[in-house]
T-cell receptor, first 111, second 115 residues
Framework: EDKVVQSPLSLVVHEGDTVTLNCSYEVTNFRSLLWYKQEKKAPTFLFMLTSSGIEKKSGRLSSILDKKELFSILNITATQTGDSAVYLCALMRSGTDKLIFGTGTRLQVFP | DTEVTQTPKHLVMGMTNKKSLKCEQHMGHRAMYWYKQKAKKPPELMFVYSYEKLSINESVPSRFSPECPNSSLLNLHLHALQPEDSALYLC??????????????FGSGTRLTVV
C-alpha cells in the first residue's frame, strides 16, 4: 500500500531559525513528489520533484528528493511568522491522477 | 488567469436540502478534481474528471454527484447529506492526466456545514 509519512508532526520555532521538514514514502511506480503550504484554505503549490538529487529553490524555501532512500526534505531558512502553516507532502504515481497526501507538518513561527 | 475559482466560499445546508458547489478554471487544464478535507487531516480524493469524462470515483456515496459541463467547469451536486459530510471541499486542476508542468492548482475551497 502506498504510504507518505511526514515528520515532525509539529514544530515551533522563532523567527530567523532554519527548519527542515521530512517526507518519506513508499509507492509503486513513483512519478513525482509535491510540496504544498496550507494556511487557512487552499493548499498552495510550492515544488514538484521528479528527479533525484536536483534541488528546487524559491527564495528561502528549497527542496530535494532522494529516490534511492525514498525521502524528500523541505528547508526553510530565516523563518518568518508568515511561514506558519501546515506543510503537506504528496505523492503522484505514474498513470494516475491521484495525489496521496501525508498528514502534514504544522509549523509555528513566533516573533 | 492562474486560478481555480470555487463558489460559494461557505455553505450551510440542512440534511434535506439540495445544493451545488461550483469550480471554474481558465488555465486550459484538462483534468479536474474534487477533494474533501476534514479538520486537521490531509485532503482526500473524491472524483477525477479527465477531458470532461469521469475517470476516478473513490467509492464516494451517491449523495455526492459530480458533473463536468465543459472543460472549464466542474460541479458537485449535494443531496441528503449527513452532518459528518461537513468539511472543506477543494477543487483542483492540472495540465493533463499525470499533472505535469506545475502539479495541481487548488481552489480556495468551500467550507460546508451540514446541520
Amino acid at each position: 500500500e502506498d504510504k507518505v509519512v511526514q515528520s515532525p508532526l509539529s514544530l515551533v520555532v522563532h523567527e530567523g531559525d532554519t527548519v527542515t521538514l521530512n517526507c518519506s514514502y513508499e509507492v509503486t511506480n513513483f512519478r513525482s513528489l509535491l510540496w504544498y503550504k496550507q494556511e487557512k484554505k487552499a493548499p498552495t503549490f510550492l515544488f514538484m520533484l521528479t528527479s533525484s538529487g536536483i534541488e528546487k529553490k524559491s527564495g528561502r524555501l528549497s527542496s530535494i528528493l532522494d529516490k534511492k532512500e525514498l525521502f524528500s526534505i523541505l528547508n526553510i531558512t530565516a523563518t518568518q511568522t508568515g511561514d506558519s502553516a501546515v506543510y503537506l507532502c504528496a505523492l503522484m504515481r505514474s498513470g494516475t491522477d491521484k495525489l496521496i497526501f501525508g498528514t502534514g507538518t504544522r509549523l509555528q513561527v513566533f516573533p | 488567469d492562474t486560478e481555480v475559482t470555487q463558489t460559494p466560499k461557505h455553505l450551510v445546508m440542512g440534511m434535506t436540502n439540495k445544493k451545488s458547489l461550483k469550480c471554474e478554471q481558465h488555465m486550459g487544464h484538462r483534468a479536474m478534481y474534487w477533494y474533501k478535507q476534514k479538520a486537521k487531516k490531509p485532503p482526500e480524493l473524491m472524483f477525477v474528471y479527465s477531458y470532461e469524462k469521469l475517470s476516478i470515483n473513490e467509492s464516494v456515496p451517491s449523495r455526492f454527484s459530480p458533473e463536468c459541463p465543459n472543460s472549464s467547469l466542474l460541479n458537485l451536486h449535494l443531496h441528503a447529506l449527513q452532518p459528518e459530510d461537513s468539511a472543506l471541499y477543494l477543487c483542483a486542476s492540472s495540465q493533463d492526466q499525470t499533472g505535469r508542468v506545475d502539479g495541481y492548482t487548488f481552489g480556495s475551497g468551500t467550507r460546508l456545514t451540514v446541520v
